[in-house]
């Protein structure tokens, strides 16, 4: 699991760098697809991620609003302030956690019970599905994407 987590910061980061060439109004031009906009769409992917840590423990889940963070910079702070909550709880995880039940009751009159497993894994893939979308968004720029390569990141290291 921490590992899957670790490659998403990486190439979170990894964005963050590639957006200091991209002038803010093009950051902030609606997109087809994804939530708006590439700040938008980095946004969202640290909300979620956080979110989804915050309900599993039984913690409130506050929304920021992204009209607060008009910039790159402002991005960047958002992750820098709600990371370490999410780098705990992922290096805490164990095989224990995995079948937890987590009850969602979000969605008006309907209850649904997923396995805390299966929500971290959400999470993880969320990230993934949103980068795909920036690595369109960057072509249409011009622009060569992030590379979404696993392999050569060094996130483990073989004996």
Same mark, same amino acid.
């Given at each position: 699991?921490?590992?899957?987590?670790?490659?998403? !910061?990486?190439?979170? @980061?990894?964005?963050?760098?590639?957006? @200091?060439?991209?002038?803010? @109004?093009?950051?902030?031009?609606? +997109?087809?697809?994804?939530?708006?906009n590439?700040?938008?769409?980095?946004?969202?992917?640290? $909300?979620?991620?956080w979110? !989804?840590?915050?309900?599993?423990?039984?913690?409130?889940?506050?929304?920021? =609003?992204?009209?607060?963070?008009?910039?790159?910079?402002?991005? +960047?702070?958002? =992750?820098?302030?709600?990371?370490? =909550?999410?780098?705990?709880?992922?290096?805490? !995880?164990d095989?224990?956690?995995?079948?937890? &039940?987590?009850?969602?009751?979000?969605? &008006?009159?309907?209850?649904?019970?997923?396995?805390?497993?299966e929500?971290?894994?959400? *999470?993880?893939?969320?990230?993934?599905?949103?980068?795909?979308?920036l690595? *369109?968004?960057?072509? @249409?720029?011009?622009?060569?994407?992030?590379?979404?390569?696993? %392999?050569?990141?060094?996130? %483990?290291?073989? $004996?």
């Amino acid at each position: 699991m921490e590992t899957f987590f670790r490659y998403n !910061w990486m190439v979170r @980061e990894q964005w963050y760098v590639w957006c @200091e060439d991209v002038p803010l @109004e093009e950051l902030l031009r609606p +997109r087809m697809g994804g939530v708006g906009n590439i700040l938008q769409t980095l946004f969202h992917i640290i $909300d979620v991620e956080w979110s !989804w840590v915050q309900l599993l423990q039984g913690k409130p889940d506050d929304a920021e =609003d992204f009209a607060n963070y008009q910039n790159l910079e402002a991005v +960047r702070r958002f =992750d820098r302030k709600l990371r370490p =909550d999410v780098e705990v709880f992922v290096t805490a !995880w164990d095989s224990s956690m995995e079948k937890r &039940a987590y009850i969602d009751h979000r969605s &008006a009159g309907k209850t649904s019970t997923y396995s805390w497993g299966e929500v971290m894994r959400h *999470v993880i893939a969320h990230e993934i599905h949103h980068m795909g979308q920036l690595s *369109v968004w960057a072509r @249409e720029l011009g622009k060569q994407p992030v590379s979404a390569n696993v %392999i050569g990141k060094g996130l %483990i290291i073989p $004996d």
